[in-house]
């Protein structure tokens, strides 16, 4: 069996900083290693805000399983929190809310 190459999240770090920094990333989607992406703060690319409304929520946690970046945290009490860092805005939480508690913002305006 071969020894994986595996990295601290510090060790990761310091070598993205080191080899490229986030201006000389290479396109094409490439992952120097496994686990890179939480180093790759994608949020700021939304143009939406999902905004949540406790009052309406019935903590049914769709929302947290459906989201492609797993951008949503669920508090103590179950409620959803979104991670701005990265959450892209694409509204999927939204869309599939069966109590329509979370509202999409524009933030263009």
């Not at 201006?23 to 094409?28: A, I, R, S």
């Not at 945290?73 to 979370?102: L, N, S, T």
Request: proline share 6%.
């Amino acid at each position: 069996m071969t020894k994986k190459n595996t990295l601290t999240d510090k060790e990761m770090k310091s070598w993205i900083d080191e080899k490229w920094g986030y201006e000389k990333l290479p396109m094409g989607g490439s992952v120097p290693y496994p686990g890179s992406s939480v180093f790759f703060k994608t949020g700021d690319w939304s143009a939406f805000k999902a905004v949540v409304t406790n009052e309406t929520c019935t903590k049914c946690m769709k929302c947290f399983f459906l989201c492609p970046d797993s951008a949503i945290h669920m508090d103590d009490d179950r409620y959803p929190i979104m991670d701005f860092d990265y959450c892209k805005g694409c509204g999927i939480c939204a869309e599939e809310c069966p109590a329509d508690a979370i509202e999409m913002k524009d933030l263009s305006q």
